[in-house]
């Protein structure tokens, strides 16, 4: 893939790509310690703290009409996926250090999608049911394995989505938090075992951002960071719907 690393987030994806829209997606963010996720860094990778923490974000999205560029919407494919993740600066495979989001934890809620999201992005996609149900009231988030154990589980209230943060955010404002938490093109995956960073763009459309306030009834991965008695609520949600995204069919690897 040849591609600019310095790409903007809503810069056309050069070459062939992938194009999807994304209806609906939620970034559930919960401030951590930066101790947490300090293992889950590559060589010469640096968190990016805001308010003195880490941030730890339940990426939730469903996604319609994937499909290599050439082809039209009608022949894609619709799946969704939760990822966890945190802003850091990351090593390029120009010996630069850019901003970045580090995939901690990928899930996918289709087999056959997982094993091509591997192949091409070397992402390791976890396959698990995945579900962002709507009521008159609010929007239900969940993942669960295929045995039923419920990993995830969080509600975001309507009455609470619009244009303000909820009292008491680190955030003053919600362009701050969105540029913070969403305001970079690439994302990447250390892979210790192979001693290898797996690097991928993401550029879309401009959005609309709104925020809101969720309530976290279960987050199995944040429990295992910091315990179950000590895993913090969000302190906001960002919420995105209806916008284009591009992807490249293949990453690029940083080999240490």
């Known amino acids: 893939m040849r591609a600019s690393y310095d790409i903007a987030p809503t810069r056309p994806m050069p070459g ?16 951590v310690p930066p101790s947490v996720l300090q293992p889950f860094l590559p060589p010469g990778g640096e968190l990016a703290l805001w308010g003195g923490a880490a ?3 339940a990426c939730i999205v469903n996604i319609r009409h994937m499909r290599p560029s050439p082809l039209p919407a009608f022949l ?14 990351l090593p390029f495979p120009d010996g630069r250090k850019r901003d970045a989001v ?42 669960r394995e295929k045995s039923g154990e ?39 995956q250390w892979h ?7 690097l991928i763009p993401e550029t879309h459309s401009p959005w609309k951002v709104l925020v809101g306030s969720s ?7 944040l429990e295992q960071l910091c315990g179950r008695d000590r895993a913090p609520q969000a302190d906001h949600a960002i919420l995105i719907t209806a916008v284009p995204h591009h992807f490249p069919i293949f990453g690029v690897a940083v080999r240490f």
Not at 16 to 31: A, E, I, K
Not at 77 to 87: I, K, P, Q
Not at 162 to 187: C, H, K, N
């Open 16 to 31: 062939p790509h992938l194009n999807g829209l994304v209806t609906r997606r939620f970034l559930v963010d919960y401030p």
């Open 55 to 57: 941030w730890l974000s």
């Open 76 to 89: 894609g494919a619709e799946f969704n996926y939760l990822v966890h993740r945190t802003r850091a600066r």
């Open 102 to 143: 580090l995939i901690i934890e990928a899930n996918l809620d289709n087999s056959l999608f997982s094993v091509i999201g591997r192949l091409t992005s070397k992402i390791r996609f976890n396959t698990r049911q995945i579900a962002l149900r709507e009521t008159a009231d609010s929007w239900r988030l969940m993942m």
């Open 150 to 188: 419920a990993l995830y589980d969080a509600s975001v209230p309507k009455s609470s989505v619009g244009g303000e943060l909820p009292p008491g955010s680190l955030f003053s404002s919600t362009g701050q938090a969105d540029r913070f938490i969403a305001g970079v093109s690439y994302g990447g």
């Open 192 to 198: 210790p075992d192979d001693g290898r960073l797996r």
């Open 215 to 221: 309530l976290t009834r279960r987050n199995a991965f």
